[in-house]
């Protein structure tokens, strides 16, 4: 029984010719640096993203722990929008491995306020932890895959780097942000110092994602990730389907971002569904339900009775994403079970 899967972009399947190139990907033992594969994504990314060097890692959040812990000091404070993955979602990660506290500000849709973010750095006093990281993620998952411009986060990394600080991007979703914005990743980048990107998920790669930066900060994030249990012996059977992503799956993120419109744009006419169509801009869409109608856990069992699958929060918040393995046709059949509920 085929479903249509609109619960994350995490869940795409990888193509034919990542399986070949899996399937004949040459090897050897990354702890010692000899996977030629893993070396060769390494390097494409580094290139890709116009930073000295790579370091391939099995998922998102062991990346993004691993730039924290590279980046910080035990008893440190960082700074971040309070609803990132990497505060919301990793597990209390950055007390748990890095033993940082984070200073939550609120974002508008993810991007920080450049004064809010320069009063919130700790001037010196005795009674004050030291900061040592400032982050953004774009696109932004929690507020609907929105997106921050490379003027807007220039702004910041110039508060940052006026302090010296470093500014570290969750980057997982970053090339539908460039598709968006009709920029480069590197482009797009440029002012960040460190950022984490996935391969697994509008990629279609079946794991792993990217952290590039300079090469003092990569070998300490090396260090970081086999601390983590993320040194891998012959993982370029991974990194394989990683170099196809790069080569063959970035140009097409477009086509999520128009289906994802249609979507919304579709949702809107329904009368128990509250969204804001100008939010859509990429491959996230988020919307409320009138719960009077419908429960979320309604919502939801109605919704896989039709073979359909979403995420739902107990508040009514639905959220579904498109991505390659989400057809027009299929997003128009989904429609048409809504608007028949
Ligand atoms: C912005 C961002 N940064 C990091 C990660 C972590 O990546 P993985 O650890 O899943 O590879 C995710 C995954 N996001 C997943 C999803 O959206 O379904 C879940 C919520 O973890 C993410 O959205």
Same mark, same amino acid.
Do not use: E, F, K
């Given at each position: 029984m085929s479903f249509i899967d609109l619960r994350s972009d995490t869940v795409t399947q990888p193509t034919e010719k990542m399986r070949t190139a899996m399937s004949e990907a040459a090897v050897g033992d990354d702890v010692y640096e000899e996977d030629p594969t893993i070396l060769e994504l390494e390097e494409k990314s580094a290139r890709i993203f116009n930073k000295e060097k790579g370091l391939f890692f099995p998922t998102g959040t062991m990346a993004n722990q691993a730039a924290i812990l590279a980046h910080t000091n035990p008893g440190e404070e960082i700074i971040i929008e309070k609803d990132m993955h990497i505060y919301l979602y990793e597990v209390g990660g950055l007390a748990f491995l890095s033993g940082v506290q984070s200073r939550q500000l609120p974002g508008n849709l993810g991007q920080l306020d450049p004064q809010e973010v320069e009063a919130a %750095?700790?001037?010196?006093? %005795?009674?004050f932890p030291r900061t040592s990281l400032i982050c953004l993620e774009n696109t932004h998952n929690v507020h609907g895959g929105t997106v921050i411009s490379k003027r807007d986060i220039d702004k910041i990394a110039e508060v940052a780097h006026q302090y010296k600080l470093p500014l570290h991007l969750d980057g997982a979703r970053i090339f539908n942000a460039a598709t968006y914005l009709q920029t480069t990743v590197a482009e797009l980048t440029s002012s960040c110092d460190t950022l984490m990107f996935c391969l697994s998920k509008g990629l279609s790669a079946p794991a792993g994602s990217m952290l590039v930066g300079d090469e003092n900060f990569i070998n300490r994030a090396r260090k970081c990730r086999k601390l983590l249990g $993320? $040194?891998?012996?012959?993982a370029g059977i991974l990194a394989a389907a990683g170099i196809v992503a790069l080569e063959e799956m970035t140009n097409r993120l477009q086509e999520d971002h128009e289906n994802a419109l249609l979507l919304a744009k579709n949702l809107a006419e329904i009368p128990w569904i509250e969204i804001d169509v100008d939010r859509v801009e990429t491959n996230i869409i988020r919307f409320n339900l009138d719960t009077s109608h419908f429960s979320a856990v309604e919502f939801e069992n109605k919704l896989r009775e039709a073979n359909i699958k979403v995420n739902v929060s107990g508040d009514g918040g639905v959220r579904m994403v498109t991505h390659k393995d989400v057809t027009r046709d299929q997003v128009e059949h989904v429609v048409s079970v809504l608007k028949s509920l």
């Open positions: %750095i700790r001037p010196s006093n %005795i009674h $993320g $040194g891998m012996r012959q």
